[in-house]
């Protein structure tokens, strides 16, 4: 994924993701499975969590990486990948989702 924003080592950055349904409530629905999918991918790599904000269909984040790391797009695919693998099939997500949950389990 590209984003357009500076790349620069250990800066802090802030973030607003959206739910490809912004009618979902998914976020809030499903915090808890939102807050370990941000857990496990803080460990490696590593990432501190300044301010967080979680709407239904939202979130606004704010975020400082590591001296010499700018690699905010790998956190997001991980993140992403965690807490859509972990929602109950019911839900509406992108047909890639087979594919990242096989490489989120491996």
């Not at 993701?17 to 490696?44: G, P, Y």
């Not at 797009?73 to 991980?78: D, K």
């Amino acid at each position: 994924m590209r984003y357009r924003r500076a790349n620069i080592p250990g800066a802090t950055y802030f973030f607003t993701v959206n739910l490809a349904d912004r009618k979902s409530n998914l976020l809030t629905e499903h915090i808890d499975i939102l807050r370990n999918a941000m857990r496990k991918i803080r460990q490696s790599p590593p990432f501190d969590i300044i301010a967080m904000m979680v709407l239904p269909d939202h979130l606004h984040a704010i975020w400082r990486l590591p001296e010499g790391d700018a690699d905010f797009p790998l956190r997001w695919s991980l993140i992403k990948a965690a807490f859509s693998c972990e929602i109950p099939e019911t839900e509406v997500i992108w047909r890639s989702r087979n594919s990242s949950c096989a490489a989120v389990h491996s």
